[in-house]
């Protein structure tokens, strides 16, 4: 497999779930991909969140995409473990802001300057379906 599917499973399902750990405690919440390409899937966040934090102190994730078929027959979703890394690039985090504008709308302030952008750039990667209950040990993983 190539990295080039698993960019357009996400790009086609960009929300998915991240997992953080805080005191050996799993924290899993709903985030949206700001974008894939080959130097890694990139996400946003604010400063003042607990993700964030979580993050700086211990920026290893897994990230799960799901494909949110309607017959779960069809269903599949694509595993990514790996480090978060954040990303200074002030273009970057204004592009990010511009894109989540509605943000601003639900807090009435201006989250630019508390945006930040991270990205998983390395780490091991695998689709799972319903047909692999039984098969995991046998899936093809990419490590990137």
């Not at 991240?18 to 985030?31: D, F, M, W, Y």
């Not at 894939?36 to 604010?46: E, I, Q, V």
């Not at 790996?82 to 985090?93: H, Q, R």
Request: one cysteine or more; glycine letters at 4%.
């Amino acid at each position: 497999m190539k990295i080039e599917e698993f960019i357009h499973f996400a790009k086609n399902n960009p929300t998915c779930f991240l997992a953080t750990s805080e005191k050996g405690q799993p924290h899993v919440r709903t985030i949206l991909l700001f974008f894939a390409d080959k130097t890694g899937f990139y996400f946003g966040t604010l400063s003042p969140k607990d993700m964030s934090k979580q993050l700086h102190k211990n920026p290893k994730v897994e990230l799960c995409f799901y494909n949110n078929a309607k017959d779960f027959a069809q269903a599949k979703q694509m595993r990514l473990t790996g480090t978060a890394e954040f990303v200074n690039d002030p273009e970057l985090i204004h592009k990010l802001h511009e894109e989540r504008l509605f943000l601003d709308d639900i807090t009435g302030e201006n989250l630019e300057a508390q945006s930040e952008v991270f990205k998983v750039s390395s780490g091991d990667i695998h689709f799972w379906s319903i047909s692999d209950v039984m098969n995991e040990k046998a899936l093809e993983h990419l490590v990137f």
